[in-house]
T-cell receptor, first 116, second 114 residues
Framework: DQQVKQNSPSLSVQEGRISILNCDYTNSMFDYFLWYKKYPAEGPTFLISISSIKDKNEDGRFTVFLNKSAKHLSLHIVPSQPGDSAVYFCAASGNAGGTSYGKLTFGQGTILTVHP | KAGVTQTPRYLIKTRGQQVTLSCSPISGHRSVSWYQQTPGQGLQFLFEYFSETQRNKGNFPGRFSGRQFSNSRSEMNVSTLELGDSALYLC?????????????FGPGTRLTVL
């Protein structure tokens, strides 16, 4: 039972354009969502997070949107840069109904490639 | 502030052996979580420790165990290693406050079981 899903295994974008990465979740007890960037054989690097009390959070080139009714979140990167090429994971946590803030449930990841 | 550190970075063991991995969290962080990453299963939660107590446990066999010390440093142990235990083991630390629940990851320990 995959509670967090990233349905696009890969995404290819031209430098300077927008990258949009998507994530869906099924567990309504999740109320805190995070995006991480990861290179092979390294630990994930935290990018941005959002609480369920918000529907948008921005940090520089990164914006996360949350649609609670659709159980969907997305990460927008504008403008995309070649250095953004990596695997992006969304993750979810909560504080009720078997979830915990200490336990992140990850999607399978999306490989982003930004071409110069 | 120093980040999360993990030792060793690489390990090679044979089936049946046991292994201990170490994690030092970011200063002031009291929650430490462990994850296993494999190509087939992705990133999966192993367990979380807070104030020396295991607070959450993932769906892994009893061969996987851990502990946390009073200085928040944590260790995980895998006994009777199997080939399928080959993976990147990641440790993450967090403040676990009301509005700040980000987990920050270390570089990982790459375990190879032969």
């Amino acid at each position: 039972d995959q509670q967090v899903k990233q349905n696009s295994p890969s995404l290819s974008v031209q430098e300077g354009r927008i990258s949009i990465l998507n994530c869906d979740y099924t567990n309504s007890m999740f109320d805190y969502f995070l995006w991480y960037k990861k290179y092979p054989a390294e630990g994930p690097t935290f990018l941005i997070s959002i609480s369920s009390i918000k529907d948008k959070n921005e940090d520089g080139r990164f914006t996360v949107f949350l649609n609670k009714s659709a159980k969907h979140l997305s990460l927008h990167i504008v403008p995309s840069q070649p250095g953004d090429s990596a695997v992006y994971f969304c993750a979810a946590s909560g504080n009720a109904g078997g979830t915990s803030y200490g336990k992140l449930t990850f999607g399978q990841g999306t490989i982003l490639t930004v071409h110069p | 502030k120093a980040g999360v550190t993990q030792t060793p970075r690489y390990l090679i063991k044979t089936r049946g052996q046991q292994v201990t991995l170490s994690c030092s969290p970011i200063s002031g962080h009291r929650s430490v979580s462990w994850y296993q990453q494999t190509p087939g299963q992705g990133l999966q939660f192993l367990f979380e420790y807070f104030s020396e107590t295991q607070r959450n446990k993932g769906n892994f066999p009893g061969r996987f165990s851990g502990r946390q010390f009073s200085n928040s440093r944590s260790e995980m142990n895998v006994s009777t290693l199997e080939l399928g235990d080959s993976a990147l083991y990641l440790c993450a630390s967090s403040l676990i406050q009301q509005s700040r629940n980000e987990q920050f990851f270390g570089p990982g320990t790459r375990l190879t079981v032969l």
